[in-house]
Every structure is written in C-alpha cells, then in structure tokens.
DNA sequence: GTGGTCTAGACCACT
DNA sequence: GTGGTCTAGACCACG
C-alpha cells in the first residue's frame, strides 16, 4: 500500500476517506476481511490507536463492523454502502456551492468551473 | 453588520471568508479604507487578536494593504482581486471534483450532485 | 436448532441466554440430558471451547450438573429452576427501575415505556 | 463530586451514562458550561484522553456543543434533550422486555417484577 | 488555558 | 492473535 498523509487535517479523518473511497471503488469488496488493526497501523505508519480510532468511526457510521476475536469486515450492506457515497457527495457538493456563492459566484458561474476543472484533471496535473 | 459566528471552524477564517465575499460582491470596493481593527472586532464581537489574525492573512493574499499610520485598505488592484477570486474558485472546484472521483463518480454525475444541491439551497434548508 | 449469533456481546453468554430460556420455556425438562459439548458445539456453530464455558458457567448457576463419563443434564431442582428464574428476572426489573429513576421518570412512566416497548416488539421490528 | 467508578463497563460508557442523567435530572442545565475536561478527568479519577472520549461522543450525540478555545457546554436544544431521554428509556424498555421474554416470562408477568421492584426500592434498600 | 490529536506502551476478554 | 480500552505524557491551533 503506498500511502500518503497529507497536512493539516488529523490523520485519523484522512484515514477514513482513503477506506471510504476504498469501498466507492470497489477496492475493497462488501464482506471483505480487512487486516487487523496494528498490521495496518504499520502499513499507514501511524500509532494503533489512531487506526483503531479511524476505524472505529467507520464502524459506527456503518461501514465497517467486527468481530471481537475474528477481525473487521466491510459491511455487506450494498443499500448502506451506495447511501453512505450519495451523502458523502451531497457533502461535498454542498460545501463547494457554499464556497461559490461565498465568493459571490452564481450558480452558473460555479458550473463552468467546475466544468475547466475536470477537464484540465482529465488531461494533465496542475500542481507538481 | 449582522454576523453570526458557527461553531467547529476557526473564527479567523470566517472573518476572512467574510471579507471576500465582500469584495467579490462589492459591498468593499477596491481602495476603500476599511475601519480600524479594534473597531472591527467590537462589531464582529471577537477578540481583537482575532480580527487582527484574519486581516493580516487577507494582506497576506494581498487582498489588503496597509499604511502604517493612516489605516488599512482593500487593495485597488482590480486583477488581483480577480485573480484570487478565480483562484479560490479553482481550487474550491478542483476539490469538489478530487471528492467525488475519489468515490468513484463521473464528471456527469458531479455535475449532477451539484446542480441538485444548488437547487435544494435556494429554497430550504436541509441540516437542522 | 436455528440459531441466530449476534454481534458484539460474549458468544458465551448468548448460548447461556439460549439455555436459561429453554428450560424455561420447557423446551428442555428437569433431568434431560443434553447433547455432548461437540455436538452442541457443532450445532451452534462455535467453537468448543466457547461451548464448553458456556455450559461450565451454567453449571454454577446450578442450572446443569454433570456425571463425569455419563454427561451433562439439566438439573432436577424445579424449586433452584425457578428460584434462578425469578432472580434473574428481579435483577432485571431492578436495573431497569435504576436506570428509569436515573433518567428522572416516575414509576408510572416507567410503566408506560415498557407497555409501549412490549407492544411494538409484539408486532415489527424497531431497529434495522 | 462523589464518583464511583464500577466494574467490567468501559469507563467512558460510564461516565457518559453519568452526564446523561445529569441533564435528564436538572443537575446540569441547557446551555450551561462544564468544567474543562482535565479537570473534570481530576474529579472521576480518569485519564484526560478517557474523560476527552466520553465527551467528545456525547458531543456526537447533540448533548454537547464545544467552542474550541472557549469551553465545553451543554446544548440548548431542549427538545433535543427530551428526545434524548426518551430514546433512553425506550433502549431500557427494551432491554427489559427482551430479558424477561428470554426467560420466559409474559408481558404481565414482567409488569408485576417491575412493580414489586419500584416497590421494594421506594422503601429501603436490598443489597448492602 | 481551552479543546483536539497523536504516540507509546500496556492490559483485558474472547476464541 | 483479535478488537477494545486505558494511562501517561506530549504537542498544536486558537483566543
């Protein structure tokens, strides 16, 4: 696993949205068996807590769930699973249109850069 | 000035999302004197520490400049008040579009979840 | 047997919780004799060892004994059967009553939320 | 504060249920502030992460907001609250019922336990 | 001084 | 060896 933790924002959350978008890809696969919490805390480089914590979250938001002496597991619960990535793109969805108009853009305006932005991602990297 | 404060995010950068809106919209025209810090942060009701933190990274961005003694001003550099408005739309897009690739949807279907939270927000609210 | 293990408390003490209702109910009668550990073990779909302490901990309770090479049978004492019956069940009202006074209800509230409980319980299911 | 901390249940667990009951009953106040959490971790003899975990979920659950560098308090919502102490004592109702059906008992027969329980507790006492 | 996050290292119950 | 909890002590951003 090549992993990358990135700034400011606190590792646990950014642990969750690789094992969110792990699921939304289909990397990892309902009922799958993940690896037990110090094997993967060792693979992100990160204190086990700080994974169990990451995991736990996941936990109660449905994601995931164990069992105590087995290990953990990716819920086979398809409906939860696509729910859970609707409102996670409703989120985010929200909090762009928020900023857009926060910056006094309209609508439509907030449309066509969202539109350069995926066709410029389409082709090459912006940033290095 | 009515302003309410929220909760989780540091005040100093919803001052400072504030002021851009601001002059994106032009109720601060570019080269207005704006008033006094301590004055500010009476009306916004925050520390002065605070208000001083959120105008110093708004000259930072350039959106400000100041002359020591006579007071501070938005920038006449109509632009570059442009260009950082472009500029954090960009980014604001890039990130949207980063999200919703990263659970796994097309550019139609972000285009999709946008164009019905835009709506949803015109008319209602959706949180508590 | 159909048998239903759930999710987070001791697989223990849920096959206890199947014992204690099955003579209760009378599905298993003073001085039956119950299947060897491995069979029941096999049955339930758990592991021996779990069988095993399942068991041992009802025979503290009295409510199973054993004849070293014979096996292991349900007591003969109607009068401990029901005393233990009775016991758990005034534990069970008192913790209830505890946490109802704790919360700040009246008796007779606490009254209501349980006819209201047993009711629905009667008909569907409340959680997913 | 007199606390006793007591057995085989997670102490944060614990020391939620304490918070919870202390809204329910009056002892804490909507929009009150709490001590902060060290010293609140001082007064139950835990471990400030331990104290820091029992708040934060509760925070989770809506009984309290924190303002990061100003103080931990509890909500205002107080329809909130009532909803809260509600879904308690249905979790209770609840648990009860499924105990008592466990062993065997009818809903009449659960109903006279629980009466003679808030009974007996309303005089004196039964255990040491 | 406030809440929040993180590491390090330990112990426990269960299988 | 699994998940879960806890302590100890540290550091950070914010006001």
């Known amino acids: 696993m090549n992993i990358k933790l990135d700034d400011n924002i606190p590792i646990y959350l950014q642990i ?29 480089g990160v204190n086990p807590n700080t994974m169990q914590r ?37 989120d985010a969805a929200e909090t762009y249109w928020q900023q857009m108009k926060s910056l006094g853009f309209s609508k439509e305006e907030a449309l066509d850069f969202f539109i350069k932005s995926a066709a410029e991602r389409g082709q090459g990297k912006r940033h290095a």
């Open 54 to 90: 990451a995991l736990s979250e996941l936990e109660k938001e449905g994601l995931l769930f164990s069992e105590r002496t087995n290990g953990r597991f990716v819920t086979k619960n398809i409906a939860l699973l696509n729910e859970l990535r609707s409102h996670e793109a409703m």
């Open 16 to 44: 969750m949205s690789i094992f969110r978008r792990m699921t939304a890809s289909g990397d990892l696969k309902p009922g799958e068996r993940i690896a037990p919490v110090r094997e993967l805390a060792k693979d992100f």
